[in-house]
């Protein structure tokens, strides 16, 4: 098992900035493949950004590319997600998601993110 904590959502003005975290309950040595997710009303989750512990080979949406950089930090068990010129656009909950090394997929309770002026 493995149990997510995500913070860092809120309310920010078009062009500002947010940094959100997610905090396993277990060493990230057992999560080969990190992620994070959005999903606004009526639409399917979709991926944002994934990472891979093995060569920290990273993936982006083509929404976000260039403005959102994903990590993690093994040391603390938690994976960020930096974002950058925020758009109303980006508005949705943001779900962290970790498939772990025996395949097992987990996800976080969501946290929001509103882009609004």
């Known amino acids: 098992q493995v149990q997510l904590v995500e913070s860092g959502g809120g309310l920010v003005q078009p062009g500002g900035s947010l940094r959100l975290s997610c905090a396993a309950s277990r060493s990230l040595s057992s999560i080969p493949t990190m992620g994070w997710y959005r999903q606004t009303p009526g639409k399917q989750r979709e991926l944002v950004a994934n990472i891979r512990s093995s060569s920290s080979t990273t993936n982006y949406a083509d929404s976000v590319k260039g403005r959102f950089t994903i990590s993690r930090d093994n040391t603390k068990n938690t994976m960020y997600l930096q974002m950058n010129s925020l758009k109303p656009e980006d508005t949705a909950v943001y779900y962290c998601?970790?498939?772990?090394?025996?395949?097992?997929?987990?996800w976080g309770q969501g946290t929001q993110v509103t882009v609004s002026s």
């Open positions: 998601n970790v498939v772990a090394l025996w395949g097992a997929q987990y």
